[in-house]
């Protein structure tokens, strides 16, 4: 074994801690998502523990793990925009010791978020999104009735939710008048 390539192993282990994804990457911080790809290809070849299993050393072994986990860690925030975004936001701060990790808290935050996002847009229940969602479909086909009918039925529950109130509003402007006493 070189001893070159066990000292930047070491050297790697020991500065790991201080460094942020990119810089575990050895990338730009503007760097695409094609180039964090091969960089991520790059550095698990050259750390993937397989290639020094057969160090004599454990405590070299368990250096290389740690290397190439965190390769592993970094390439799963960085290739995510949004992880990468909330990630750039957090190391560009001022706490950006303490957020050089994306911990798994943060990522259930993240996914919170999104869903919370998602609901707002569709839905807070899984009837009244489903009804919303057959409701868009007949305003789309220009089946009025229809399209009011399950609006009137989302809003039974979510109440309160102004996108159904605001599309019903439309669907009843859109609907054609009808004289009921009119012989057709």
Same mark, same amino acid.
């Given at each position: 074994?070189?001893?070159?390539l066990i000292?930047?192993? /070491?050297?790697?282990?020991?500065?790991l801690?201080?460094?942020?994804?990119?810089?575990? !990457? $050895?990338?730009?911080?503007?760097?695409?998502?094609? /180039?964090?790809?091969?960089?991520?290809?790059?550095?698990? $070849?050259?750390?993937?523990?397989?290639?020094?299993?057969?160090?004599?050393?454990?405590?070299?072994?368990?250096? %290389?793990? $740690?290397?190439?986990?965190?390769?592993?860690? +970094?390439?799963?925030?960085? =290739? @995510?925009?949004?992880?990468? =975004?909330?990630?750039?936001?957090d190391?560009?701060g001022?706490?950006?010791?303490?957020?050089? =990790?994306?911990?798994?808290?943060?990522e259930?935050?993240?996914q @919170? /978020?999104?869903?919370?996002?998602?609901?707002?847009?569709?839905?807070?229940?899984?009837?009244?999104?489903?009804?919303? *969602?057959?409701?868009?479909?007949?305003?789309?086909?220009?089946?009025?009735? +229809?399209?009011?009918? +399950?609006?009137?039925s *989302?809003?039974?529950?979510?109440?309160?939710?102004? =996108?159904?109130?605001?599309? !019903?509003? $439309?669907?009843?402007?859109?609907?054609?008048? %009808?004289?009921?006493?009119?012989?057709?």
């Amino acid at each position: 074994m070189d001893i070159q390539l066990i000292m930047e192993i /070491e050297q790697r282990a020991a500065a790991l801690d201080g460094l942020d994804y990119f810089e575990v !990457l $050895r990338l730009p911080r503007e760097a695409g998502a094609a /180039e964090v790809k091969a960089a991520y290809y790059r550095e698990s $070849r050259a750390f993937h523990p397989d290639r020094f299993a057969a160090l004599p050393s454990p405590e070299l072994r368990e250096l %290389v793990g $740690r290397v190439y986990r965190r390769v592993n860690e +970094a390439y799963t925030v960085l =290739r @995510d925009d949004a992880k990468r =975004r909330k990630y750039l936001a957090d190391v560009s701060g001022p706490e950006r010791a303490a957020k050089l =990790r994306f911990t798994e808290a943060e990522e259930a935050a993240l996914q @919170d /978020e999104q869903k919370r996002k998602l609901e707002e847009q569709l839905g807070q229940t899984p009837n009244g999104r489903k009804l919303y *969602a057959q409701a868009l479909a007949d305003v789309e086909a220009q089946r009025w009735d +229809a399209a009011e009918r +399950a609006l009137r039925s *989302a809003l039974m529950y979510e109440p309160a939710n102004a =996108r159904f109130k605001e599309l !019903l509003a $439309r669907v009843e402007k859109s609907k054609p008048k %009808v004289d009921p006493y009119k012989i057709r």
